[in-house]
């Protein structure tokens, strides 16, 4: 079986980004740190701006395309993104030479060697958001971020992967008695907001029905309304009242970070 690998270089309200990586190419998902902390994060998986391919972005809020610009002018890289992202991007990210400005809409899908990638929509309270699937061969990875509800179609993208990086953003109890205003908790809450741990754990148990799922990640943890200890019992709670558990899958749950990359992962292994 082919393989491929990913680290999750950042994940959270305050920024987000992944890298992409088989023996041809690299991509990284999103850029939103600024653009040195974007590379001291690279350097930490021993990777160079110089080794990025592209950029794909999934949407045009600061936490993942702040270092964007930055990225894109001192590596010359192309970026991917819908033209509605690229418009809502204007004025965000500084000027882009247009040759590095690259299109690819929703239900697309790009080829970079062997490795195969796919943009499709999601609901989230952008212009035009989108998440990815990567895949060489039979292996694939799903990288799920900014739901506001799990889709019938969005699991339809990511029911068939290996691995799947999949938001699980907040704690329903923490974050109704948090210090937000109620009008950013209504934003999170709603059907264009943020996936909870609750939610998570209700798309996992219809993950589960397909026996190739082996980790998931979880992703876009807030810092204020949850912990990750506290979205895994929750998850496994949801599982467990519909009679399922991760063991009997042989699936884990993997700790993505605010500030540290995590390993590298192969795909297909």
């Known amino acids: 079986m082919k393989t491929f690998k990913f680290s999750v270089l950042a994940s959270g309200s305050t920024g987000n980004a992944t890298l992409v990586q088989n023996k041809d190419t690299t991509i990284m998902i999103d850029a939103g740190l600024s653009g040195k902390k974007l590379e001291q994060l690279l350097e930490q998986r021993n990777m160079q701006g110089e080794q990025i391919d592209a950029i794909f972005v999934t949407h045009e809020h600061a936490d993942h395309i702040k270092g964007l610009g930055v990225m894109c002018r001192k590596y010359k890289l192309p970026v991917y993104a819908n033209q509605a992202t690229w418009n809502a991007m204007q004025g965000k990210i500084g000027e882009i030479d247009p040759q590095f400005m690259q299109i690819i809409e929703p239900g697309e899908m790009q080829t970079f060697g062997e490795l195969q990638m796919k943009a499709f929509p999601i ?30 179609n969005v699991k339809k993208e990511i029911q068939d992967s290996d691995v799947i990086v999949l938001e699980s953003n907040h704690d329903v109890n923490m974050l109704q008695f948090g210090k937000y205003p109620w009008n950013i908790k209504r934003r999170i809450l709603g059907d264009t907001g943020h996936l909870s741990n609750e939610a998570a754990g209700q798309a996992i148990a219809d993950l589960l029905e397909v026996e190739q799922v082996r980790r998931i990640y979880l992703a876009h943890l807030s810092l204020d309304h949850n912990m990750m200890e506290l979205a895994k019992v929750t998850i496994q709670h949801e599982l467990k009242e519909k009679d399922l558990n991760l063991e009997q899958h042989n699936v884990k749950l993997m700790d993505t970070y605010p500030y540290t990359p995590t390993l590298w992962d192969e795909v297909g292994n």
């Open 123 to 152: 609901s989230h309270d952008a212009v035009n958001p989108v998440a990815y699937w990567f895949k060489e061969g039979d292996s694939k990875l799903s990288v799920a971020t900014d739901l506001g509800y799990m889709s019938s």
